[in-house]
């Protein structure tokens, strides 16, 4: 299911000069939309690259908190989003019943306010997320409050995550997508890109195109080094 279908921009960030030093920006402002064509895209590129700040944009641009929540979520430990989100006007194809914006980087302040929120736990599994490892509250988060007919915007949902329980959120995305859910993620993990019929958007000094999951950099170097580690080890500390 998509409910996202793209989104425009027609006007250069103003407020935010760096924004525009994005090579992904500048793409999005010369072709003044971006599309979302399959039920799950990835986001893939360098740290610095734009990943995670176009994703918090579309999050903002769709009512959800720039820290991470749903739109039934209002708090701000610290007003550091950028400008972009208020520039963005999403394309709809339809409206989703439900919806989260799932951010690593400010995972405890949503925790914190879940807590203070209190009934809104019951949503949540009915356990703190703070009385959970780190990864514990994070597939928590996902088996229990994300319902399907939805909209779910993950950005580096890995951080928290051992390679067991990768798969076990790669399973869940797919079991959620077969519930007619969408999903954005920026991500670094090789076993996230590998989920099945995803449309994986690189991001690099050129700005955004296509690429398959065997073109990734990520999927290259982690067999490589997985193939015979010893070699890379010994490639790497000559290089030093």
């Known amino acids: 299911m998509i409910y996202l279908r ?8 103003q407020r935010d000069a760096y924004l525009c030093q994005i090579p992904a920006v500048r793409q999005l ?24 700040t176009l994703l918090e944009a579309i999050a903002v641009a769709m ?19 950028s400008e972009l989100g208020e520039l963005l006007t999403p394309v709809r194809a339809a409206w989703p019943k439900d ?8 995972f405890y302040n949503t925790s914190t306010y879940l807590d203070q ?12 997320l703070h009385r959970q490892s780190h990864g514990e509250a994070f597939l928590s988060l996902v088996k229990n409050r994300f319902t399907g007919n939805g909209l779910y915007l993950l950005d580096e949902p890995e951080a928290a995550l051992s390679p067991q329980r990768l798969l076990s959120l790669l399973v ?12 954005i993620l920026a991500t670094h993990s090789p076993i ?3 989920c099945p019929g995803a449309r994986i958007k690189l991001f690099d000094e050129r700005g955004m195109q296509d690429t398959t999951y065997r073109e990734t950099e990520h999927y290259q170097i982690t067999k490589q ?6 070699q890379m080890l010994r490639y790497l500390l000559q290089e030093d």
């Open 6 to 13: 793209g989104i425009l921009l027609k006007q250069a960030p």
């Open 63 to 81: 009512g959800f908190n720039a820290e991470g929540g749903g739109r039934e979520h209002s708090f701000s430990t610290m007003d550091s989003h």
């Open 225 to 230: 080094f997985l193939n015979n580690p010893e």
């Open 99 to 106: 919806g989260f914006f799932l951010r690593a980087e400010s």
């Open 172 to 183: 869940a995305i797919h079991d959620l997508v077969e519930q007619d859910a969408q999903f």
């Open 29 to 52: 402002l010369q072709d003044g939309r971006m599309d979302f064509s399959a039920p799950v895209t990835i986001f893939v590129g360098e740290n610095g690259s734009g990943k995670s």
């Open 192 to 194: 996230l890109m590998a």
């Open 117 to 128: 929120s209190g009934s809104l736990l019951t949503r949540y599994g009915a356990r703190s």
